[in-house]
């Protein structure tokens, strides 16, 4: 009983002392800095002239930065600044002011404990050099997945995202932010979440140390073995290692995205502790990593390749055209003459000319009167295009066959997919985290009974759990049979063209 009550002491002690030392970290809905005056200067004019100095030294670095493609991702290290605050600082080689409108900046959990991710639910995060309004992207992940929820003790008490914060609202002035911190967690799932709110006027940033407490020459060897992980994207043997990167599942997540999009590393730089202050028995390593490519987030496959606006809109007059021609009526002059001089285009183009599936689908006054496609990719755009709008007004078992005199009521759309790729889940839950709403097309299969949504469905359907139950009895299946493991589960993604009228 009394170690009982000396450990209750103890802790009462201990947490006292947390909120003495550290402070409350929220209020007025703001995310007030904890960190500021220990790892970084409080001072707003100290703070800058410390960053300055920093970039002073980091500018004569001289880096080859790729000729094409752009700055899509960092890895930024979140010790007190004056250990790695000039490796931090390289970042000043790549970033520069209004790059960026969005910072998804996700950083580990060092303090706390908890399963998948913490977002703040907080309006802004302050830092000496003035507020940062979170995204409402941030909630809208909370919302979506169960991968991410609110944990009020990591705001608290976390340091490895504010420690990063001030260095890009030095160099990119003005963004909205997205503060991941990950705690048990799997990166691929992660990484596959976060995809979605990608763009090109969005910055993923990783924060993380490297190698802890090794020896001087240990430590470089060790950080040698790391960089080059992530340099050759080797995010799966990066997540076995040992005492590699504190922030291995937020350096992770950018791997697998890298993986997946080509993107580009560059090393811009690394250091230990043992190269700055302190002695070289235990050091601590930082990198400086940054990530290029593509301005879409397109794979680099005919699979995945945008579509011009253009040749959408004329896919859908090549559809409009099919079904007219079938039902023995012709189209406006005007329309003619335009789909006959890009026609040839279109059969010459290489991205038409690929192979990909492809939906047709037509509407009534919003209501479904069609939708015939083909998941697999064995014949090009054009000609699945042509097939499916076919399919679509005459042989969709569901409905009729589309007569003359609905045919001009009709609106058509056309979706051309990405190769469907397996999804591994283990049950029910982990399925759910998995998808991506607004996202993802769906196959499901078992045994012979196999059905598909569209991406366009979760407009309908924008609960994960209803959106499987209909998907499943599409099938013929039990509604909720998506709950138990034994389904064949596919995703996919579509650009999608409606008709302009």
Aim: charged fraction near 25%; glycine fraction near 6%; aromatic fraction near 6%.
């Amino acid at each position: 009983m009394k170690q009982l009550l000396n450990i209750i002491f103890a802790t009462i002690i201990a947490c006292l002392a947390c909120i003495q030392h550290v402070g409350p970290a929220c209020a007025d809905n703001i995310r007030e800095p904890v960190w500021a005056g220990r790892f970084y200067p409080a001072s707003q004019s100290e703070l800058v002239q410390v960053i300055d100095n920093f970039t002073r030294q980091a500018k004569q670095t001289k880096i080859q930065i790729p000729r094409k493609g752009s700055l899509k991702a960092l890895i930024l290290p979140h010790a007190g600044y004056i250990y790695s605050g000039l490796t931090a600082a390289h970042s000043s080689l790549v970033l520069k002011e209004n790059q960026f409108e969005k910072v998804i900046l996700i950083g580990p959990d060092h303090r706390i404990g908890f399963n998948n991710s913490a977002i703040s639910d907080v309006g802004a995060y302050q830092t000496p050099l003035g507020p940062v309004k979170l995204s409402k992207d941030a909630a809208t992940l909370r919302s979506r997945s169960n991968l991410f929820r609110s944990v009020p003790d990591s705001d608290m008490l976390e340091h490895s995202v504010e420690v990063v914060l001030p260095f890009l609202q030095h160099y990119i002035k003005k963004f909205e932010l997205i503060p991941v911190v990950t705690g048990r967690a799997d990166a691929k799932s992660l990484a596959h979440a976060i995809e979605p709110l990608i763009d090109e006027k969005t910055l993923l940033v990783a924060s993380s140390d490297l190698s802890h407490y090794l020896s001087y020459s240990e430590a470089k060897d060790r950080d040698k073995e790391t960089i080059n992980m992530i340099l050759n994207l080797k995010s799966d043997k990066l997540l076995k290692s040992n005492n590699s990167a504190c922030g291995k599942i937020p350096i992770g997540i950018i791997l697998n995205m890298a993986g997946k999009y080509g993107w580009q590393p560059v090393l811009l730089h690394y250091s230990n502790s043992g190269d700055i202050a302190g002695g070289r028995a235990r050091v601590v390593g930082y990198a400086a990593i940054a990530f290029y490519g593509d301005l879409s987030m397109e794979k680099d496959n005919n699979s995945g390749k945008q579509i011009s606006n253009q040749h959408g809109q004329a896919l859908i007059k090549l559809a409009r055209q099919t079904i007219l021609k079938k039902l023995g009526r012709g189209i406006d002059m005007p329309e003619s003459d335009s789909l006959s001089e890009i026609l040839p285009e279109l059969l010459m183009d290489d991205d038409l000319q690929a192979k990909r599936g492809t939906f047709v689908t037509l509407k009534i006054d919003d209501q479904l009167r069609g939708c015939i496609g083909s998941l697999s990719s064995d014949e090009p755009v054009v000609e699945g295009v042509r097939r499916n709008a076919i399919n679509a007004a005459f042989h969709d078992p569901r409905f009729s066959p589309l007569t003359v005199e609905e045919v001009d009521n009709v609106d058509v759309e056309i979706s051309i997919l990405t190769e469907p790729q397996l999804l591994e889940y283990t049950d029910g839950a982990d399925l759910i985290s998995k998808l991506r709403v607004d996202v993802d097309g769906v196959i499901i299969r078992k045994g012979p009974a196999s059905a598909t949504f569209l991406p366009q469905v979760w407009k309908q359907l924008p609960r994960p759990e209803m959106f499987l139950s209909q998907l499943c009895l599409k099938a013929g299946l039990s509604a909720d049979i998506w709950r138990k493991a034994g389904l064949e589960v596919k995703t996919y993604q579509v650009q999608y063209f409606e008709e302009n009228r």
